[in-house]
Protein backbone atom coordinates (compact mmCIF):
# COMPACT_ATOMS: atom_id res chain seq x y z
CA UNK A 1 0.00 0.00 0.00
CA UNK A 2 1.16 3.54 -0.81
CA UNK A 3 0.84 6.10 1.44
CA UNK A 4 1.41 9.64 1.06
CA UNK A 5 2.89 10.92 4.22
CA UNK A 6 3.99 15.02 5.16
CA UNK A 7 6.19 15.10 8.31
CA UNK A 8 5.26 18.08 10.36
CA UNK A 9 6.46 20.08 12.98
CA UNK A 10 7.08 17.72 16.14
CA UNK A 11 4.86 18.85 18.62
CA UNK A 12 4.11 17.41 21.95
CA UNK A 13 2.66 13.68 22.17
CA UNK A 14 -1.49 13.65 22.34
CA UNK A 15 -1.34 11.02 24.32
CA UNK A 16 1.38 11.37 27.19
CA UNK A 17 2.03 15.26 26.52
CA UNK A 18 6.09 13.89 26.51
CA UNK A 19 7.95 15.08 23.63
CA UNK A 20 7.23 13.13 20.79
CA UNK A 21 10.02 11.56 17.97
CA UNK A 22 8.08 12.25 14.92
CA UNK A 23 5.05 13.67 13.89
CA UNK A 24 3.32 13.05 10.60
CA UNK A 25 -0.01 14.00 8.84
CA UNK A 26 -1.28 11.19 5.77
CA UNK A 27 -4.58 11.04 4.27
CA UNK A 28 -7.38 8.48 6.04
CA UNK A 29 -9.40 7.18 4.60
CA UNK A 30 -12.12 6.75 7.00
CA UNK A 31 -12.15 10.12 8.14
CA UNK A 32 -14.25 13.13 6.26
CA UNK A 33 -13.76 16.91 6.01
CA UNK A 34 -16.55 18.63 5.13
CA UNK A 35 -14.71 21.21 2.92
CA UNK A 36 -13.13 18.72 0.69
CA UNK A 37 -14.11 16.13 -1.32
CA UNK A 38 -15.07 12.45 0.44
CA UNK A 39 -12.45 10.17 2.01
CA UNK A 40 -9.71 12.72 1.66
CA UNK A 41 -9.27 13.65 5.46
CA UNK A 42 -6.01 13.87 7.32
CA UNK A 43 -4.93 12.26 10.35
CA UNK A 44 -2.21 13.97 12.54
CA UNK A 45 0.16 11.20 14.89
CA UNK A 46 2.84 11.16 16.67
CA UNK A 47 5.70 8.59 17.40
CA UNK A 48 6.26 8.35 20.91
CA UNK A 49 8.74 6.86 23.14
CA UNK A 50 6.63 6.10 26.05
CA UNK A 51 3.39 5.50 24.51
CA UNK A 52 5.01 3.58 21.30
CA UNK A 53 7.28 1.32 23.57
CA UNK A 54 4.80 -1.38 23.17
CA UNK A 55 3.86 -1.28 19.41
CA UNK A 56 5.83 -3.55 17.87
CA UNK A 57 5.93 -2.08 14.98
CA UNK A 58 7.36 1.07 16.49
CA UNK A 59 10.52 -0.29 17.88
CA UNK A 60 12.59 0.15 14.55
CA UNK A 61 11.73 4.14 14.08
CA UNK A 62 11.46 4.46 18.07
CA UNK A 63 15.79 2.41 18.06
CA UNK A 64 16.35 4.74 14.93
CA UNK A 65 15.19 7.88 16.95
CA UNK A 66 16.99 6.50 20.07
CA UNK A 67 20.55 6.88 18.35
CA UNK A 68 19.77 9.50 16.01
CA UNK A 69 18.20 13.05 17.11
CA UNK A 70 17.10 13.90 14.12
CA UNK A 71 16.48 12.15 10.78
CA UNK A 72 19.99 11.54 8.81
CA UNK A 73 20.13 11.86 5.15
CA UNK A 74 22.27 9.23 4.66
CA UNK A 75 19.69 6.90 6.09
CA UNK A 76 16.90 8.47 4.91
CA UNK A 77 15.50 5.14 2.77
CA UNK A 78 16.13 2.79 5.94
CA UNK A 79 13.59 5.17 8.16
CA UNK A 80 11.41 5.58 5.16
CA UNK A 81 11.07 1.75 5.82
CA UNK A 82 11.09 1.83 9.17
CA UNK A 83 8.17 5.00 9.56
CA UNK A 84 6.09 3.04 7.09
CA UNK A 85 6.33 -0.46 9.25
CA UNK A 86 4.86 1.62 12.38
CA UNK A 87 2.25 3.70 10.16
CA UNK A 88 1.24 0.67 8.72
CA UNK A 89 0.15 -1.19 12.16
CA UNK A 90 -1.96 2.50 13.35
CA UNK A 91 -5.78 2.31 12.96
CA UNK A 92 -6.98 3.05 9.85
CA UNK A 93 -10.70 2.44 10.21
CA UNK A 94 -13.35 2.36 6.86
CA UNK A 95 -15.56 4.92 8.35
CA UNK A 96 -16.06 7.77 10.46
CA UNK A 97 -17.42 6.56 12.99
CA UNK A 98 -14.75 3.63 13.04
CA UNK A 99 -12.19 5.82 12.75
CA UNK A 100 -13.27 8.04 15.57
CA UNK A 101 -13.78 4.96 17.40
CA UNK A 102 -10.45 3.93 17.01
CA UNK A 103 -8.79 7.22 17.35
CA UNK A 104 -10.11 7.80 20.93
CA UNK A 105 -9.01 4.28 21.81
CA UNK A 106 -5.55 5.23 20.30
CA UNK A 107 -5.44 8.56 22.56
CA UNK A 108 -6.30 6.37 25.90
CA UNK A 109 -3.46 4.35 25.10
CA UNK A 110 -4.99 1.16 23.82
CA UNK A 111 -2.81 0.42 21.38
CA UNK A 112 -0.05 0.39 23.16
Known amino acids: MTMDVEVVETSPCRRCGGQAYLTVRFPHPGYLYPER ?7 TMSLCATCDARVESAHGALAYFAFHSTAQAASAQELIVLIGEWLSALPTGTTPERFQKDLDAYYRGEYD
Open 37 to 43: QPNSGMV
